[in-house]
């Protein structure tokens, strides 16, 4: 059975650095095809997706975020950090961490609870 | 790369049929048979409806299906029950491995 767990700060300040750790099970990400992808959603608003990563450790962006993430992998905890930096209000939303298997590739089918940021001063 | 584009919410009584349709472009929606579907209640994190278009995975009811005609793809839940309730998401896959999400649509049941 497939799981992912998000953890992280539930309030950042303005300017500050938010990083995330997405813990799973049930799979590993060094086995061919898997990734693990995080996607945040602002209160009552669309999904966003933010960044992917594979088990070849190929790294996937959104344009117009590129600039401020990062997405690592740690395959032997089993874990998946992001990192966002300068955070603005605006970024304040639930961010969720989403595996990629490689037969439903094209989508997320496994997802975590979610994680709640605030960020604000 | 811009949010694919979902109405705001559609509404319909049960037993009847709703189409959610999902729109993007020839970058997008339009270029690659890789559009997935959402079903998000509150408080709850989304779970796989559809991929590929118009695959189901095990353990999906049949009465969701999806479709796609250029650049527009749909999903259509039929025979529509009290538990659909909820927000749908659509997803495309954008190009050099990026992902775009559409706005959500909520759909009530009356």
């Known amino acids: 059975q497939i799981t992912l767990k998000e953890s992280g700060p539930t309030l950042v300040k303005p300017t500050q650095t938010l990083t995330l750790t997405c813990t799973f099970s049930g799979f590993s990400l060094s086995t061919t095809g898997v990734g693990v992808g995080w996607i945040r959603q602002p209160p009552g608003k669309a999904l966003q997706w933010l960044a992917l990563i594979y088990w070849d450790d190929d790294k996937r962006y959104s344009p117009s975020l590129k600039s401020r993430l990062t997405i690592t992998k740690d395959t032997s905890k089993n874990q998946v950090v992001l990192t966002m930096i300068n955070m603005d209000p605006v970024d304040t939303a639930t961010y969720y961490c989403?595996?990629?298997?490689?037969?439903?590739?094209?989508?997320?089918?496994?997802w975590g609870q979610g994680t709640m940021v605030t960020v604000s001063s | 790369q811009s949010a694919l584009t979902q109405p705001r919410s559609v509404s319909e009584s049960p037993g009847q049929s709703v189409t959610i349709s999902c729109t993007g472009s020839?970058?997008?929606?339009?270029?690659?048979?890789?559009v997935s579907w959402y079903q998000q209640k509150p408080g709850k994190a989304p779970k796989l409806l559809i991929y590929?278009?118009?695959e189901r995975p095990s353990g999906i009811p049949h009465r969701f299906s999806g479709s796609k005609s250029g650049n527009t793809a749909s999903l259509t839940i039929s025979g529509l029950q009290a538990e659909d309730e909820a927000d749908y998401h659509c997803c495309s896959y954008g190009g050099n491995y990026t992902r775009v999400f559409g706005g959500g649509t909520k759909v009530t049941v009356l």
């Open positions: 989403a595996h990629r298997g490689p037969v439903l590739a094209s989508a997320f089918d496994i």
């Open positions: 020839s970058t997008d929606v339009g270029h690659y048979d890789y």
């Open positions: 590929d278009v118009s």
